[in-house]
């Protein structure tokens, strides 16, 4: 005769068994109940054994070629990171020299329409100074009685 409480066999510490929570009575029925402890032969643990089987333990079956490949796979997703790694490094710094490209682009078209506006004044400018020069040999050419009458 087995005594437990709450439990029916020593591994299951954690399965509370009482006697309203057992179905098959009539079993069970020839054995003592004192307050929550039940005393149990060996024909009422192969009934509540069948009733409340163990799960089976986990079995770990190594597998070497799996292993082999999961290494290699390991192995070839750090390659792969790293060379991602250095792309992105490369992509940053090409980003970097299209942003310090891009600037000087734009100070150069700056620059030209700065040029640009200067020819335009340097033309008028010029435009300016050719009619004067013209209006100026008029004058040198006239004679001084024209000038003196103002014609």
Known sequence: MHKFNHCFSKPRHSIGITYKSITN?????????IGKTIELDEEALKVLDGKYPLPK???????????KELAA?????ADTRKILIEKEEKI????????VA???IVQAEAMQLLVEDKKEQIQKEMEKSAKLQEELNQEKAKTWIQKFFGK
């Open 102 to 104: 891009s600037r000087q």
């Open 25 to 33: 009575r009539e079993t069970i029925k020839v054995h003592k109940i």
């Open 57 to 67: 333990p986990v079995e770990v079956i190594e597998d070497i070629e799996t292993i």
């Open 73 to 77: 796979t390991r192995k070839e997703l």
């Open 92 to 99: 940053s710094e090409l980003q970097e020299q299209l942003l």
